[in-house]
């Protein structure tokens, strides 16, 4: 009997496995596995990849979606195991950090030839015969981008043991370009009026020393800033900011780095990736003086603080700052309504990063098509419109070729209820059309100018920008710089930093330090010494004075046996 | 041919936590060792102590300042738990409603909680700071004290109370010499409850300061959530941590003599 169950029981597993084996054989579906930072992607352009991808390669895919929130968690993830992943869209800091660990595969994206060597299916003849091409869209990536990128990376050496160990090689072989911004001050406008300092004069003076309440000349920016300036809980873009902020207020004169160098005749790029102590000592004092005058430090939280008025200023990525800024539109200000918040990079010195994709060695190799097809996708002018639109921040995608693209247009136009009937249906979600009253922007000219240059046309036809102070356009800083004129920022002015290599561990320390300092819970210790000793005192006191009642009152009363309060 | 014999006895039925327990805190705790005695590039070393010990990160003001709170805290909570618990037990020791009342706010995600709190402290224009880090904590901790306080106070037996009046105790005799020792056990589990999370907490001290207090439990997060190569460090600041909690647990073990009074945390 027994051995009639076993033998079934194995009949049984077989044909399960069986049958799994063949399922899986007759559904062609390919998969890949995407690593991306969270909030950091349209979903539906996940779905449309899907079409996109049956489209040319006839086959079905399978996306699995992992999120990181900081480069930090995916560089740990990585580096230490779990890596199972195809895609993955780290920093610019964090790219270079895994190519001297020798863990990306190049791509040679910008060598079309290079890039599509390896695809297994470039062409496929469509159902009704056509041949289906793939495009490949390496000449939409903005050009500044790539040479931002090879110039402060110049070539990075693999330091990983192994056969490539010493192999130097450019980070532009190895990423995709996706999205990048700057970092920034975002403020709020209203608060700055109040206290008397939205002044163009002012704020460039002040400059980085906006959020150490520092006017540029020594005194304080304003007394009612105290208490209301939001840094960023992020080591290297405080230290960039606390950089910049030496630089502009003066306190980085006369001296030099280890090599005899003066820090001021640093190009911004070298300055921030100057990481020495002498820099790293007076970075924690500065930041340790800063304490004095923030509101705290943020995460997630930064806005809706400087919206409820909490704070004014805040450190911020241009992404997240624009996202406030939109968000921040409110009808009761100015004549017709105003932004309340706006973001400014100062002109001479700031930031600029790069987020992009890249192949770690342990993706699955047979999820190569896939892989490749994705990231050329995302540099589809409509997908990044699509893409920028839902998260924010600037895509890698030129801006020209997304204004002349139609389909990246029509995605925007809606996106930003733009009367542009051509464009798009300009209906409201029931279907029932708009008018141009109905839409938030009378034009696509209209928009181009607020979406591209942060600024619009008034009666007169001058160009008026939406914010007299930062005066430039922040959304697309490649373009602005070549072709506004009114705009005093030169692309060289933003620094993209490194990793701080060597140096990691000093910069914690030093950041641990500064955010330690100020805090002392002695005296609390102090007070409640205190009021316990005062507590235990006054009962004390209370059983004593109790005692001598009693006995004071027992005196008088003479043979009586002497029993203290026992009713009996 | 050999016969397999497999004995299930009762014993067997730890066998399932017997694991977990191996897998999920012994050797985490081991691996967290391991770490701090390991650099960059996973050699041996003892940099990791000689950095924190050294304070050049602050990390020891970091901690004193921590110990000073959760002390402050606990205090705190004794103060305001005892004679709630007390009287808790005194007068509604039949009424479930009223503890229900004390646990209620343990029901609300404490995050929530002390984001409310927060918002409250905002709209009062309450500054941040060590004032609203400390009730925050008070606020969060209060129900763990109250509660081992209540059940042991309940569970005192009233004929020793009853004895000493008996014997000619006044009220504050009886209190001081009757109820108060027979709720040492209470005492002492109320505050091992209150004071271990009270000193590694980091989302209070995050949340209602907005950072500007920074607690041990924010630097150890600080260490393994923001940076790369840091959990050598970190790890030694939760190896401190855990000595810290032994070390706390003995003390409250031998102050109290009673044999029934050991904390079991």
């Known amino acids: 009997m027994k051995k009639i169950v076993s033998a079934l029981a194995i009949l049984l597993l077989v044909c399960l496995v069986l049958t799994t084996l063949a399922s899986c054989k007759t559904e062609e579906t390919d998969s890949l596995v995407i690593y991306n930072w969270a909030d950091y992607i349209f979903d539906d352009k996940l779905t449309d990849f899907k079409e996109y991808y049956r489209d040319i390669t006839g086959k079905n895919i399978d996306i699995t979606y992992v999120t990181f929130d900081t480069n930090e968690t995916m560089l740990t993830r990585l580096t230490k195991g779990d890596s199972n992943v195809d895609v993955v869209c780290p920093s610019e800091y964090a790219i270079q950090k895994l190519i001297e660990l020798d863990m990306l595969v190049p791509m040679h994206y910008f060598d079309e030839q290079a890039y599509t060597e390896d695809f297994s299916s470039n062409v496929r003849l469509a159902p009704d015969g056509d041949e289906v091409y793939y495009i490949h869209n390496s000449g939409n990536v903005e050009q500044g981008i790539i040479d931002k990128v090879s110039d402060a990376f110049g070539s990075i050496e693999i330091t990983a043991e192994g056969s490539n160990q010493h192999k130097k090689v450019s980070m532009v072989d190895y990423f995709v370009p996706y999205m990048y911004g700057t970092l920034g001050i975002l403020y709020n406008k209203y608060a700055f009026k109040e206290l008397g300092i939205y002044d163009e004069e002012i704020l460039n003076r002040a400059n980085w020393g906006i959020l150490f309440n520092d006017d540029g000349q020594g005194g304080l920016l304003s007394e009612g800033l105290t208490g209301s300036i939001l840094m960023k809980d992020s080591i290297r873009d405080s230290y960039a900011a606390t950089v910049f902020y030496l630089l502009e207020s003066g306190k980085l004169d006369g001296l030099k780095n280890d090599d005899g160098v003066a820090y001021a005749d640093m190009s911004v790029g070298d300055l921030i990736n100057a990481v020495d102590d002498q820099l790293l000592a007076l970075v924690k004092d500065a930041l340790t003086e800063q304490k004095t005058h923030l509101f705290g430090y943020e995460v997630d939280f930064g806005k809706d603080d400087l919206l409820t008025g909490n704070a004014m200023v805040d450190l911020a990525w241009s992404g997240d700052a624009m996202y406030a800024v939109e968000e921040s539109w409110n009808d009761s200000l100015g004549d017709e309504g105003d932004y309340e918040l706006s973001y400014y990079v100062p002109h001479s010195t700031g930031n600029i990063w790069f987020d992009g994709w890249v192949v770690p060695k342990t993706r699955n190799p047979a999820h190569t098509d896939a892989i490749k097809l994705f990231i050329n996708y995302l540099n589809r002018p409509d997908v990044a419109a699509a893409n920028l639109l839902e998260i924010g921040y600037s895509a890698s995608v030129k801006s020209d070729v997304i204004k002349s693209d139609e389909a990246a247009r029509a995605v925007l136009a809606e996106g930003y209820a733009v009367y542009a009937p051509e464009l798009w249906d300009a209906a409201d979600e029931d279907g029932n059309p708009l008018s141009q009253e109905d839409c938030d922007f009378a034009d696509w000219e209209e928009f181009e100018l607020y979406f591209f240059h942060n600024s619009y046309l008034d009666e007169d036809g001058n160009l008026v920008s939406y914010d007299e102070i930062s005066n430039s356009n922040w959304r697309y800083p490649f373009e602005s710089a070549a072709t506004n004129a009114d705009n005093y920022r030169n692309i060289d002015s933003l620094g993209v930093m490194r990793d701080f290599g060597t140096k990691n561990k000093a910069v914690v320390t030093a950041w641990n330090y500064s955010r330690s300092a100020g805090v002392n819970a002695l005296p609390l210790l102090g007070w409640t010494a205190l009021a316990v000793a005062v507590a235990v005192g006054a009962v004390y006191l209370v059983i004593y004075i109790k005692r001598v009642v009693r006995q004071n009152v027992k005196i008088p009363q003479k043979n009586k046996p002497d029993d203290s309060g026992s009713e009996q | ?265």
Not at chain 2, 228 to 237: C, L, R, W
């Open chain 2, 1 to 265: 041919m050999k016969k397999f014999k497999f004995r299930f006895s009762r014993r067997a039925f730890a066998y399932p936590y017997m694991i977990f327990l191996l897998l999920f805190v012994v050797v985490p705790l081991v691996i967290i060792l391991i770490n701090a005695f390991l650099d960059d590039n996973s050699k041996f070393t003892f940099a990791n102590f000689a950095e924190f010990f050294s304070d050049a990160g602050g990390g020891l003001t970091v901690l004193g300042n921590s110990l000073i709170i959760g002390l402050v805290t606990t205090l705190i909570c004794l103060v305001i738990g005892y004679p709630c618990a007390y009287f808790l037990a005194k007068y509604h020791a039949s009424n479930r409603v009223f503890v229900l009342l004390f646990i209620l706010p343990m029901w609300v995600n404490f995050l929530i909680r002390t984001l409310s709190t927060k918002a409250i402290f905002m709209a009062l224009d309450v500054k941040l700071g060590m004032g609203t880090v400390l009730f925050g904590m008070v606020y969060n901790y209060l129900p763990y004290m109250i509660l081992p306080l209540h059940t042991t106070l309940v569970s005192i037996d009233h004929s020793y109370i009853e004895a000493a009046e008996d014997l000619g105790a006044d009220k504050m005799t009886v209190f001081l010499r009757t109820i108060l020792p027979l709720s040492m056990p209470g005492v002492v589990s109320g505050i091992t409850m209150t004071f271990i999370p009270a000193i590694s907490t980091f989302a209070i001290s995050e949340i209602l300061s907005s950072s500007k207090i920074f607690l041990f439990g924010d630097a150890i997060n600080m260490h393994f959530s923001k940076t790369t190569n840091s959990f050598g460090v970190g790890s030694v600041m939760s190896l401190v941590m855990l000595v810290l909690v032994i070390v706390a647990n003995v003390i409250v073990n031998l102050t109290s003599k009673d044999e029934e009074v050991k904390s079991t945390l």
